[in-house]
Structures are given as C-alpha cells and as structure tokens.
C-alpha cells in the first residue's frame, strides 16, 4: 500500500527533489474537542463530528467524484453489522429504515452535497437505530463508527477503507515509530519467545537475544497474556524505564533486565553479501526505510578487499508503504529523469517526482527481484529504474497495485485511508491491474525453472524480450481485458524461490548479458 505521508526525507546527505508535503491532511481534523475513550458511549453531537469529518474528506480528496447519498445510505446500512434485524430502502429523496420488518420511519435525504447536512441525516438515522434496536443501543462509539464508515466505503474501491482508534494507533506505530524496547516478539503458553532484536535499540544495548523468553514484566507473570496485551505493556512513553525477567536457554537461571524505552521504528531493511553482490531486502516502506537503504549501500561500498561487482535488491512480497520513501530509493541509484508521476481529482494529486543528480551506488549494476506479492510502493521503484534502463527486474509479474492511499485522521483518532491518484510510470503506463513485466520470468506455466536453463533461454529469446516490454508499454492506460492478458506473459506468484537470487548472481556476473538485457528494455522517454 501506498500512503501519502510526505515527511522528514530531506534527511542528512540526502538529495533533495520536487515534491509536496501533505501534513495539512493529517491535520485537517485535528482541531477538535479530545476524542473520548475508545470505549466511550457513543452521543449524537460526537456522531455528528467524527461523520462530518469523514463525509467531508471522501467527497474533497476521493480519486472520483463521489455521490454523498450514496455514501451516506450505504453508511446506514452499515448499522445491519451491528443487528442484521436492520434494513434501509433507499427511496431517493429519503431512506426507510425497517428492524425486524417493523417501520422504523424515514429520513429525509438532502439534494445538496454539503458533508455537515449528511452527516447530520446519518446521525438521525443511528437515533432511530438506537432507539429500535437493543445491540445497537448498546453498542459503543467506536463499534458504531466501525459499522457506518465501513459501510461507507463499500461504494468505494477496494483499497479504500476504515481503521477504528486503536488499529490506527497501530498503523501510525509501524508508519513512524513507538515508545519500545526494539524487540520482535510472540506469545506463547507460558512465555514471550523473542523472535529478533532491533540492533539500534535498548534491547539490544541491554544484549537481548533471539531465543530468548520472557516470562515476567514489572514482576507480573506473562503466562496467559494475549499479544496485544503483552504489546501493550512494552510499548510506552519514550524515557520510561521497563523491568522484565529473561530466561535464555543456555544458562540455568533466570535473569532480571532493566531498560528505558527509546523511539523505535521497525527495521524493514536488511543486507548481507554473498561473494561480491550486495543484496539489500526491504519488506516494506516506513519513514527510515530510505536512510537504511543509503545506509547499507554505503556500508557495502566501504569495502575496499571485495569492490562489488553488483547490487540485487529485494523487493519480494513487499506490499508498500510510503510513497515518499519508494522516490528517494529510486533516487539514490538515479541522476536524472522521472521517477514517476501521479494524478487524481485533487489538484494535491497531480504531482511529478524528479531524481536528482548523485547515484550513491556508483552506477554499479543493479538487479530487482520481485514477485505477485509486490506491490504500490515496491513498483514504484522497480518501474522507475526499470523504465530508467538502471535496473534488470527477476521474477515474476508484481501485483498491480498502482494507486495511491492518503490517510485521514478522523476526530476519534481513527483514519479513513483514502484512494486519492493513479501511478504512471516514467515510460507512460498505469500501473494499476497490470504491474511490473521481469526482464527475466522465473516462472513458466506457474513452475519455477533452474537458474542455468532461464539463462540460457534468455540468451536466445532477447528480441522477444524487446517486444514483450513494447506491447507492455504500449498498452492503453485504461484498466481492461487487455491488462489481464499482459499479465499471462509472466503469471504472478507469490513465491521467493533461491533460483531467483542465482539468476541475479549469474547476470551481475556477466557484464555482456547484463548489458545486452539492458539494452533489450530501453526505452525513448523523452518522447513520451
């Protein structure tokens, strides 16, 4: 997923390039009264504002125009979530609300498309729900947003959608960090197994190690804690301190650890080398996911015994995450060109990102892996060093994932992610439906095929590469029947097979294919 969050990426040493800040989104809502508590009674004028709100963001920044009666009656009939004994009949100039076939009576629906006039009808409509129906009655303000937002949407595409206070609260943490100890963990029976440890953060000062368990906190036994609650108690203010015991399997006591909790973002970057190929793994894209990109190809590059031959970065089954983080990525191997643009009905969506001058990589050869589960953010930049003859892609075909989502903050601090512009790439194609066409398929009929037989069929097959990606790029940008068909060239799949990092080996190996594969893919941009 795409979101628009346009925040701190003019780090230090970065390249700074043409772009918008979207703050005011976030802020659009913000100055309200405090929300209640997340399980707070729901009340009409608390309705009203947090409906008013959402009503007036889906109708100013929504991709296409949308109906308000439309969003307002599906809303209502949303509340049947809470009581399926609930119906609406929408009547055009009025919705009759009937519980257990009962008529409930009808509201009267406005012609104009003012947010606060619709969501004061949404507001009438939930009173006379509460009033008919006991599950409704009894249901709290968040449960009630939950049913009507999410039944707002339902008109709306599929990527479009509501996160009640407490999932949002979860979202903006994986987004932009927490108050924690930098540790991955599960729960289990009787205790807490670490799984990893963030190398930045206190756990790892306090030298925590995978395999560890944790079995009390603040004195507390963690044995039939949930995973939220076990979240819930690491999590906090960054500066407080947390005491929990350790017992490792290794030595035969069990052992108090005492740390302080420090701003941790989740690591989404990774990298290793293997003979002289650097291969960078990014799982997803939050707010340093750039800067630990920059960070791992500096770090590689220090190495003056074992100069690299090549870069593979891995994007595989990377479903997104932030669009500013996907341009400065594809940034850092570029000097110049486009990266890509997008285009919506807000005049905020129309914007056109511009690499700058620097590739922190030294033009080193650069291979992508992807696969189906590649998506928005991950495509983004696979298509902008792809289109940019910068890269050869591996795989198979990515998953067309290509609009972009803006984030909402409601006044109950929940958030409406809203579909708000279409990506096009820098060769002219929409990516959404169709995705990323590898250099080189490592499926064929849905199998996964050797790495020494691919590349040997590469060899022989190039023109029918260079008409693979001619068809691909010409497609017309609308989402049809012909997408579908592209996309057969190189079935998705969901799979990362070593076959893929063998074939990307074997390329960075050999500069003439390398460069002829290079050459089979480019294309003239400054046409387009």
Known sequence: MVMTFFQGIMAKGSKVRHTFRLASVLLLAACVSPPPATDAAYTDSYGKEVLAAGFSLISDRYIDPISLHDLAVSGITGLSSIDSQLAVDDRGNGAQLTYANRNLGTVNLPTSQNPEAWSAVTARAIAMARNASPAVAQADAEAIFKAVFDGMVKPLDGFTRYSGTQRATEHRALRDGFGGIGVSIRMEDESALILSVNETGPASDAKLQADDRMTHVEGEPVAGWTQRQLVDQLRGKIGTKLRFTIKRPEQPQPFEVSVTRAHIVPVTVTSRREDNVAIIRVVGFNRETALKVENAIKAQLKDAERPLNGIILDLRSNPGGLLDQAVEIADTFLDSGDIILTFGRHPRSLQRFVATVGDLSQGLPLVILVNGNSASASEVVTAALQDQARAIVVGSNSFGKGTVQTVLQLPNKGEITLT?????????????????????????????????????????????????????????????????????????????????????????????????????????????
């Open 420 to 528: 708000w512009s279409r990506l096009v790439t820098p060769s002219g194609y929409r990516l959404h439906q169709l995705g990323i066409l590898p250099s080189i398929c490592t499926r064929a009929d849905g199998q996964a095929v050797t790495a020494d037989r691919l590349l040997e069929e590469v060899k022989s097959e190039t023109e029918t590469l260079s008409e693979q990606f001619s068809r691909w790029r010409a497609t017309g940008n609308r989402d049809n029947s012909d997408r579908e068909t592209l996309r057969g060239l190189c079935p998705s799949d969901s799979s990362s097979p070593d076959t893929d990092v063998a074939i990307a080996k074997n390329l960075l190996a050999n500069p003439t294919l390398y460069r002829d594969l290079i050459r089979k893919g480019t294309i003239n941009l400054a046409g387009r």
